[in-house]
């Protein structure tokens, strides 16, 4: 057996990463970072690669201080804002994300929370199961889909992926990122808070971090207007959670699909007591068929790397020496 390759699923475990390990592979578990602490100070020295199976875990510099021969860290899911990902790029760690598996499944969930929340399905739900529909017909709702212009926070894989459904729904779309996306033609906003003067809709879907830290501020939620309307389905911390719930109070802003807050599991009891909002418990990517393929691309990345070849998806500040 010591000729195996020691690896760690760390975070909550997942059926796939489980199984689909090679019998070359002496796999470790660690639920929690105190897991992780507890583990024999032999196998954390034998500890080559970490799968990471949740953002809920952290994999910083102290983590990567307590396991000396660690190579790779495949991170599941493509945000990666809970790994030290340019710690690891200094010490010749390589992280590895999933991206593109997620892509029109997240984009799925967000066209869907963005007409939920113009149309108000989930008020209407509960509207038919309490038997009120018998007695009137449902109000017509003041939003709608039909006079929007989008402004899409971010417009990588996933951002192009909804402008295409909003497009073909002939919503005009316009983008705010920090630089022009390669090859896509929609009109590029350079300043959020511009955009946001123009646009009456946002759809928030850029990577969690200092670099996009409530970016989507009072000041950005007051120039939507009063129709305005905000689908988050990046990262809680992109979103000044208290300014939002603010400005949906006092009808600054019209309402708000999220899929993500910044203090999951935990919502604000105001947001959940609004009827014009939508909440979501982090589902972006959550169907078995899309969380498998992420499974899959995690154990495939560490599979190929202890192979002696090229992991498959390296995040930009981990570049890979020559294989
Ligand atoms: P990409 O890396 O392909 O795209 C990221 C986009 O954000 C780019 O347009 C980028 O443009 C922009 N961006 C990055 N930093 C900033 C910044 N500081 N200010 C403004 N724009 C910025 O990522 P994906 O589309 O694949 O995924 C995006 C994010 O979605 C993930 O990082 C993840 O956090 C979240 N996500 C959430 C899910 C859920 O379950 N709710 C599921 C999947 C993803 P530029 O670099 O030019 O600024």
Not at 47 to 67: C, E, P, Q, S, Y
Not at 74 to 96: E, N, R
Not at 120 to 129: C, G, L, N, P, Q
């Amino acid at each position: 057996s010591s000729d195996k390759i020691d690896v760690l699923v760390y975070g909550p475990l997942r059926p796939i990463l489980e199984k689909g390990f090679p019998d070359s592979f002496n796999v470790h578990h660690a639920t929690t970072q105190a897991d992780l602490e507890a583990l024999p100070a032999d196998v954390k020295g034998r500890i080559r690669g970490i799968a990471v199976t949740f953002h809920t875990v952290k994999t910083d510099a102290a983590v990567m201080a307590m396991l000396p021969k660690l190579e790779m860290i495949a991170s599941f899911g493509v945000g990666y804002d809970h790994i030290a990902a340019s710690h690891a790029g200094q010490h010749g760690i390589i992280v590895t994300n999933t991206p593109d598996v997620l892509t029109e499944e997240v984009a799925d969930v967000a066209l869907g929370l963005l007409i939920a929340t113009c149309r108000e399905f989930i008020k209407a739900d509960r509207f038919v199961r309490s038997g009120e529909w018998s007695e009137k017909p449902y109000p017509l709702s003041v939003g709608s889909l039909r006079d929007r212009t989008v402004g899409m926070v971010g417009m990588g894989r996933i951002g192009q992926a909804i402008a295409r459904r909003l497009e073909a729904s002939l919503v005009p779309v316009v983008y705010h990122s920090r630089n022009p996306a390669a090859g896509v033609a929609n009109r590029h906003y350079p300043d959020l808070l511009q955009m946001a003067k123009d646009v009456d809709t946002l759809v928030v879907i850029v990577p969690g971090g200092a670099g996009t830290n409530r970016i989507v501020n009072a000041e950005v939620l007051k120039a939507l207007g009063p129709r305005g309307v905000v689908v988050n389905v990046a990262r809680g911390s992109v979103i000044d959670e208290q300014a939002l719930v603010e400005a949906l109070k006092s009808g600054t802003i019209l309402g708000a699909g999220l899929d993500v807050f910044e203090k999951e599991p935990a919502v604000p009891d105001e947001l959940k007591a609004m009827d014009n909002v939508v909440l979501l418990p982090h589902i972006g990517s959550a169907a078995i068929v899309t969380r498998n393929a992420m499974d899959q691309l995690v154990v495939d990345n560490l599979k190929v790397w202890f192979a002696g070849k090229p992991p498959l998806t390296p995040v930009p500040e981990t570049p890979v020496k020559g294989r």
